[in-house]
């Protein structure tokens, strides 16, 4: 992924009129819509039907929209590679452009890259993790859309053409000639950090940790049986608990950094911002996987000391009366202490493949793949 700093010009393609006429005479228009697997591929399922609609209404013709799932190759230092992507059209009778949709998260300038448009190659690039973590059916149809008319030329006279983006803005990239579309420097980062925590899908990551979980359930247990642990929990205040809660996931997300070497280091100057961004959503996306089971191990214990404990015993034990906040108190340390004592030294479960858990992961498999000379799949 290039983070260098390259010479842009703002730049709105207006096509020649050899270019216009052709539009013009369209009969029809053919789009093939690759996609990386994961999110990618889904979200390109979802919005073909939407992405031909729009197109037919915009080009006045007849509009083939096909998907296909294959992962977007990266040249060693760092660059996506446009000619094997270009490739895919081959594989078609006919093909206008190629749209790539991909998880690679993509820099230049110092901001992040929505999409890349090369019109000598009838190539767009479209970086889904640029677009957010709720990136909506809507704005990714319309980045779309955009970059395709970047490619095959303006809809003919008379038709309106795709909404501008507002928080985007298309320029020229002299050095590979290209167009690209930047999202804004403030609110762009932080988009961009969220589009990668979702690409890793922590929902689909959470029950790999079902072993880590029994572990600190069979762990937690121990605070419904101990009358010890009651009136631990009752003595310490909520922030106390809160922080000790706090901890006890740190150290989890912590061991599951460390124990599976999912920490990138830096090996090129250049790439530091990239590598930052990497760790980055690692520990994001690692820290809800954790508060997804530490709520989980909660709400399990919690059920269960309100199931066996008899609130009068409670209220013996405690020397006061028994009331919801206690039964909360003694699931919130009972947790902390599974999470700690049980699931720390756990791991995901064992038919988990680390490769694809993190971007940092994934992208060292594609330049992998590609220095071999292997195809990407």
């Known amino acids: 992924m290039p983070g260098g700093r390259e010479a842009c010009t703002s730049v709105t393609p207006t096509p020649t009129?050899?270019?216009?006429?052709?539009?013009?005479?369209r009969d029809d228009l053919a789009i093939v819509i690759a996609a990386d697997p994961g999110l990618p591929s889904r979200r390109a399922a979802a919005i073909q039907d939407d992405v031909r609609?729009?197109?037919?209404?915009?080009?006045?013709?007849?509009?083939?929209?096909?998907?296909?799932?294959s992962t977007l190759r990266t040249l060693p230092h760092g660059d996506i590679d446009t000619a094997t992507a270009s490739a895919i059209a081959d594989d078609y009778e006919r093909c206008d452009a190629v749209v790539v949709l991909t998880e690679v998260p993509r820099r230049t300038?110092?901001?992040?890259?929505?999409?890349?448009a090369f019109p000598d190659e009838s190539l767009v690039v479209i970086?889904?993790?640029?677009?957010?973590?709720?990136?909506?059916?809507?704005?990714?149809?319309?980045?779309?859309?955009?970059?395709?008319?970047?490619?095959?030329?303006?809809?003919?006279?008379?038709?309106?053409?795709?909404r501008r983006l507002?928080?985007?803005?298309?320029?020229?990239?002299a050095s590979r000639g290209s167009l690209t579309l930047?999202?804004?420097?403030?609110?762009g980062a932080p988009r961009l950090v969220m589009g990668m925590v979702a690409a890793n899908e922590p929902a689909r990551t959470a029950p790999r940790l079902?072993?880590?979980?029994?572990?600190?359930?069979?762990?937690?247990?121990?605070?419904?049986?101990?009358?010890?642990?009651?009136?631990?929990?009752?003595?310490?205040?909520?922030?106390?608990?809160?922080?000790?809660?706090?901890?006890?996931?740190?150290?989890?997300v912590a061991w599951l950094m460390v124990s599976n070497r999912l920490?990138?280091?830096?090996?090129?100057?250049?790439?530091?911002?990239?590598?930052?961004?990497?760790?980055?959503?690692?520990v994001l996306t690692l820290a809800l996987v954790v508060a997804a089971l530490f709520v989980v191990l909660f709400v399990v214990i919690l059920g269960a000391s309100a199931l066996v404990i008899d609130p009068g015993f409670m209220g013996q034990v405690l020397g006061e009366d028994a009331t919801v906040g206690s039964y909360v108190r003694l699931a919130l340390l009972a947790a902390s202490m599974g999470v700690v004592a049980g699931a720390l030294g756990s791991n995901f479960d064992s038919d988990t493949d680390l490769r694809q858990l993190t971007h940092g992961q994934r992208e060292r498999a594609r330049v992998r793949d590609d220095a071999e000379g292997a195809p990407g799949t």
């Not at 013709?61 to 799932?69: H, P, Q």
């Not at 300038?109 to 890349?116: C, S």
């Not at 930047?182 to 609110?187: K, L, Q, R, W, Y």
Request: proline share 5%; glycine share 6%.
């Open 17 to 25: 009129p050899v270019e216009s006429a052709t539009v013009r005479a």
């Open 53 to 69: 609609a729009l197109l037919a209404d915009l080009y006045q013709c007849d509009v083939r929209v096909s998907t296909t799932t």
């Open 109 to 116: 300038r110092g901001q992040p890259l929505v999409a890349e």
């Open 127 to 162: 970086s889904c993790p640029t677009l957010g973590a709720w990136a909506t059916r809507a704005r990714i149809q319309r980045v779309l859309v955009d970059s395709v008319t970047r490619v095959v030329g303006d809809p003919p006279a008379g038709q309106e053409p795709p």
């Open 166 to 173: 507002r928080w985007s803005g298309w320029s020229e990239r």
């Open 182 to 187: 930047h999202a804004d420097t403030v609110t």
């Open 210 to 252: 079902s072993g880590a979980l029994a572990a600190a359930t069979a762990t937690g247990a121990f605070g419904v049986f101990y009358s010890s642990i009651w009136q631990m929990a009752a003595a310490l205040s909520p922030q106390r608990l809160a922080v000790i809660a706090v901890m006890a996931m740190v150290a989890m």
């Open 263 to 282: 920490w990138d280091r830096r090996e090129r100057a250049r790439l530091a911002t990239v590598i930052l961004l990497y760790n980055l959503s690692t």
